[in-house]
């Protein structure tokens, strides 16, 4: 894990209200036109390796849902972030939200038509979201520490991301296994912009409340939720796939994919969280924002309306 100065001239300063400003322009977070064309995309798109595609499908499955409820979270944050800066950001950061949550159900309608069906766990998670995390139709004082513990849950989330995001953009394991193009690009252009808005969910979170107690709390919350759930995703889409090739005991198939460095290892959840609980801890302080706007600035599918205008 790469530790580091914000490349792009952030500087954020901590203000006695646990706000974060701005003294130099930042980097403006948009939303971009990505398009992705999944013909020819097969099932086990890491070729030889369907616990690895299975993991890469867990996007798929589960981040649409999540990052439809973060996206409301952060749209409902708005209105009490007079900030500027951090105000455009809230807005750019939902706009990359929706568009990749449009961009894996996409994927996944794919998946769908090859067989691999994930309606009855995507109608689950879709009715946890809701269940869940939505605002409860609270009022007031709960109203408002409601959204307080959702922000600090996803800023949590948004830690992992990025690093996950960070692990997609410098380890070349998914390149050299063959991976298919179309889905690599997609997996990268989502992690450069994990990396890309990394801060903007905790700097929401520390201007709306920025309870440390708070932040201790949702962080040890998430990295449970993401384990339970990356278990439970991986099981169903290994009895989902119709494949005969996709072996057996995905278990066994997960801890050797690991050994070798195909996936992350899911130690992660834990080990980051010292970084992340530090009281200093800012998101700008992990990964490489030149890696990431490196890439965006050639990946395929976020560069397609250029190339049509050349054309």
Request: charged share 25%; hydrophobic share 45%; proline share 5%.
């Amino acid at each position: 894990m790469m530790f580091g100065i914000n490349k792009i001239g952030r500087k954020p300063v901590v203000v006695a209200s646990g706000a974060r400003r701005y003294t130099d322009e930042a980097h403006a977070i948009t939303a971009r036109d990505v398009e992705f064309d999944w013909d020819g995309v097969p099932l086990h798109y890491v070729p030889n390796e369907p616990m690895v595609t299975h993991v890469i499908n867990f996007m798929h499955l589960v981040l649409p849902e999540g990052e439809r409820a973060m996206s409301a979270t952060l749209a409902e944050a708005l209105p009490l972030i007079e900030d500027k800066r951090l105000h455009e950001e809230v807005v750019g950061f939902v706009g990359q939200e929706a568009t990749h949550a449009s961009s894996h159900r996409g994927a996944r309608e794919h998946l769908a038509e090859l067989g691999l069906d994930t309606s009855a766990m995507t109608n689950r998670m879709d009715w946890l979201v809701d269940k869940i995390l939505g605002d409860r139709g609270l009022t007031g004082r709960a109203k408002h520490a409601w959204l307080c513990e959702r922000l600090g849950l996803f800023a949590a989330m948004e830690h992992f991301t990025a690093v996950f995001g960070e692990w997609l953009l410098t380890d070349p394991t998914l390149e050299k296994a063959g991976t298919h193009p179309m889905m690599l690009d997609m997996v990268k252009w989502h992690g450069a912009e994990e990396v890309e808005h990394r801060n903007v969910a905790f700097d929401a979170f520390m201007y709306v409340d920025g309870s440390y107690a708070r932040r201790v709390r949702t962080a040890l919350i998430a990295s449970f939720t993401l384990f339970v759930l990356f278990g439970a995703s991986m099981n169903y889409l290994f009895k989902a796939d119709p494949s005969k090739e996709k072996g057996r005991f995905w278990p066994l198939q997960l801890v050797s994919a690991t050994r070798r460095g195909m996936v992350p290892n899911l130690k992660f959840l834990i080990t980051e969280m010292p970084p992340y609980l530090r009281p200093s801890f800012h998101p700008s302080q992990i990964g490489d924002m030149d890696v990431a706007m490196r890439y965006l600035a050639q990946s395929p599918a976020a560069n397609h309306s250029s190339r049509e205008n050349q054309g």
